[in-house]
């Protein structure tokens, strides 16, 4: 089952550029597996949209006793259970729940029962069929009782991206495990009867607790939806910044990237964090937050990857017959292994801007929560893609069909500072500029709006720099 499963999970987030004569070297993969890839050049909108459902499931895993004495992690509770489903549904929700089983223990089946088990949350992402993703977010914790126990995980499976969020669904319902399981049906009969709200909008639910009475518990939603997956405070606070640029300038170029810890909060909440860095840009090929112990092997791939593997299995990765790439160790800050070319990626100037800045937000002491985190930092690095691509847009030839032609060789000369002509010729070859200027030939109408309102506030500086 396990090599299977694998084989869906390798491409978790890849996807092929549509660009002629840009082919991805294939992977270690049957031909069955290439098939879960999805359409090339799909971008998951769904992940931020209002209005449906807020979850597609909550699951919940434990470990079984196996007849060589070992645990074996089992799906023991599914809510909803779905019916009437076509053959294809029914094929994928096979897949996924044989597989959510290995992400909610990825760390093995050498397991002890406990009666002292620090709750963690972390989180995973799955793609479907079609190029859409779903995320798994996931509470590990003891549940109440007397002597040793067992773990067990709660699993809400989503196409919606809001890591804060969910992360407060999850406090309710391990409240409401601690209680009872039957407590945990009815508030999650009520979030799925409730629509997902707009960015920067609240929903109420309203919850029965025995003993406490009716409960309201309201959810709110991030008003920046593009900062709802990510806390960066994580990445600031075991890494310098000097190296987290190292590791942006490797993940812009697409390269291998692992990260190393043994929290699996930390590797899921950094990993998120370090690919929100690329945003108007998405990571478009093998992602996964947390790598289970049978699928280690993913570090051979020869296509870039971003993975997070737990700290006991460095040996085995270190041992592993991998190509170049660059190995970060989260729990001492340092980094393990490296290309040797970080520090000449970027173009010096505009990564001394952004070290400054990181620098500030390091030592500014009046920032205190997670929101002016995360919009510092993300400014620093909107800013970096504003000032290397930002005139993308008015190198786009329109037909008068109401089709675009991206002018590449255009839109390189336009650049008039040599170092960064020379970044933007190697960045217009990844597929994650591909695939943002495909989605950017089909509408005259910006996808990213966020990231145009930046284009547009910094133009406007300039002409009033110019004028003054």
Known sequence: MASNIGNFFRRSLRRSSRKEGKQEAP?????????LQGKAGDRSSVLYSAGQFFFEYLVVVSLKKTSDGRYEPKITYQFPKRENLLRGQKEEEERLLQAIPLFCFPDGNNWAPVTDFTSETFSFVLTNVDGSRKIGYCRRLLPSGRGVRLPE?????????????????????????????????????????????APGKTVTIKSFIPES??????????????????????????????????????AVLERRLIFLAEELSVLSQCI???????????????????VPECLLDTVCCPTPFMVGIQMRHLERVLDQPMEEALIVDLCKGKIIRAVGDE????????????????????????????????????????????RIVGHYASHIKWSKNGLGTFQERAFCKAIASKTNRKFVKKFVKTNMFSLF????????IPQEVYFQQKI?????????????
């Open 437 to 444: 200027i495909e989605d950017a030939e089909k509408s005259r």
């Open 456 to 468: 547009t506030e910094y133009h406007e500086q300039k002409k009033h720099r110019r004028d003054s």
């Open 213 to 250: 009475g009716t409960e309201l518990i309201e959810l709110t939603r991030p008003l920046d939806a593009h900062l709802e997956h990510v806390e960066f405070q994580a990445l600031l606070q075991r890494l310098s910044p000097d190296l987290i640029l190292h590791i942006f300038a490797s």
């Open 153 to 197: 995980v709660f699993c809400i499976i989503s196409c919606l991206g809001c890591f804060g969020l969910f992360s407060k669904i999850l406090d309710e319902v391990e409240k409401r495990r601690q209680i009872s399981m039957a407590v945990i049906y009815p508030f999650m009969q009520g979030l799925r009867e409730s629509p997902f709200p």
């Open 27 to 35: 992977a270690a993969e049957n031909n069955s597996s290439r098939a």
């Open 272 to 290: 998120h964090a370090v690919a929100a860095l690329l945003y108007p840009f998405t990571w478009a090929h093998t992602y996964i937050p947390v």
């Open 343 to 386: 520090e000449e990626i970027l173009p010096i100037k505009l990564q001394n801007e952004m070290l400054t800045s990181l620098n500030r937000h390091n030592n500014n002491n009046n920032v205190h929560t997670l929101e002016q985190v995360n919009t510092l930092v993300s400014e620093a690095f909107v800013q970096f893609f504003v």
